[in-house]
């Protein structure tokens, strides 16, 4: 019985590798055509050009162009499916490169969700663009060392103690293009950081299982945590999570776990990580921190 068993599923796996294969031929590619972006480059390089050291540059880019606005993304997809009558009945199926079902998003929610992921993504590849002629300009205008990123991230309250060394080489690997090993590096210091945040200002970043253990929580889970927006904008968070976790790219546990080739480590993705982390280890608290109410009014009654 066992060996006749082992024999069924043995069919079934090679029955569903070869299914695979044949649904990847069956899909279409799709293209928008070439798109002009030397407008942007132009008004880049006249930003850049002002720059007279490598931490200015560096807040040219970081400063390239706003945050996707969560709620007005959201709300703009799911007001465009709603126009679409078939989308509100239809059960979607999503499958990865190799044709493997990824997920089947019944509900509106899930089909807003896979939507809003697939329009960063096209957002993240033009602006990419972008980053990598700021990062060329910057090597070629600057001789950078490890160490001045550490001059640069020295300050920043959100990067606890003895991980200032692991960003700054990460950072550093990024700049002159090495994103294998920043890719790799950076994620955990984006999740420890979330910690440190939460734990300097007395708040929980563990919880409880039925087993009545303490366990950390989760990347997804930290910037998830309502009290993380008191110190990190909610839009800031909201794209960490589309680029990492796997509400989205799922980055992190694709790296961690063998699943992307050498390859994919040099897509906009990994890029475009790298430029989340400039702006959160570099400039944090300076471009991050979102506008408290209390705050907002105090400055309004002045």
């Known amino acids: 019985l066992r060996a006749e068993r082992d024999a069924l599923i043995k069919q079934f796996q090679l029955a569903l590798q070869y299914a695979q294969t044949e649904r990847l031929k069956e899909l279409k590619s799709v293209s928008v055509g070439p798109l002009d972006i030397t407008p942007f480059i132009l008004n880049l390089e006249k930003a850049l050009d002002k720059a007279r050291s490598f931490e200015e540059s560096l807040l040219v880019l970081a400063t390239l162009s706003p945050l996707q606005n969560k709620s007005a993304l959201e709300s703009r997809i799911a007001d465009h499916l709603q126009q679409l009558p078939h989308s509100l009945f239809a059960l979607t199926e999503y499958i990865d490169e190799r044709g493997r079902t990824l997920n089947h998003s019944a509900s509106f929610e899930e089909k807003v969700s896979h939507h809003v992921t697939q329009e960063l993504s096209i957002h993240w590849d033009m602006k990419a663009r972008l980053i990598n002629h700021a990062r060329q300009w910057i090597v070629r205008c600057f001789s950078v060392l490890e160490s001045d990123w550490l001059n640069v991230i020295s ?34 210091q984006f999740e420890a950081s979330c910690r440190h945040i939460l734990d300097s200002n ?24 309502p009290e993380i927006n008191r110190f990190i904008s909610e839009d800031f968070c909201f794209e960490v999570s589309q680029l990492l976790t796997e509400d989205g790219l799922n980055l ?51």
């Not at 606890?160 to 920043?182: F, K, M, P, W, Y």
């Not at 970043?205 to 990347?219: A, E, F, M, P």
């Not at 400039?278 to 506008?291: A, N, S, T, Y």
């Open 155 to 188: 300050h920043n309250p959100y990067i606890s103690v003895g991980h200032h060394e692991i960003i700054a080489r990460a950072l550093h690997q990024g700049l002159n293009a090495d994103l294998l090993d920043s890719t790799h590096l950076l994620p955990p």
């Open 252 to 302: 992190r546990n694709n790296g961690l776990h063998g699943k992307m080739t050498y390859l994919d480590f040099y897509q906009y993705r990994s890029l475009y990580l790298w430029y989340l982390a400039i702006q959160f280890f570099c400039f944090g608290p300076l471009m991050l921190k979102p506008l408290m109410q209390d705050e907002s009014t105090s400055e309004t009654d002045k």
């Open 202 to 225: 007395n708040m929980n970043y563990q919880t409880i299982t039925n087993s009545l253990k303490q366990k950390d929580k989760s990347i997804n889970e930290l910037l998830a945590t």
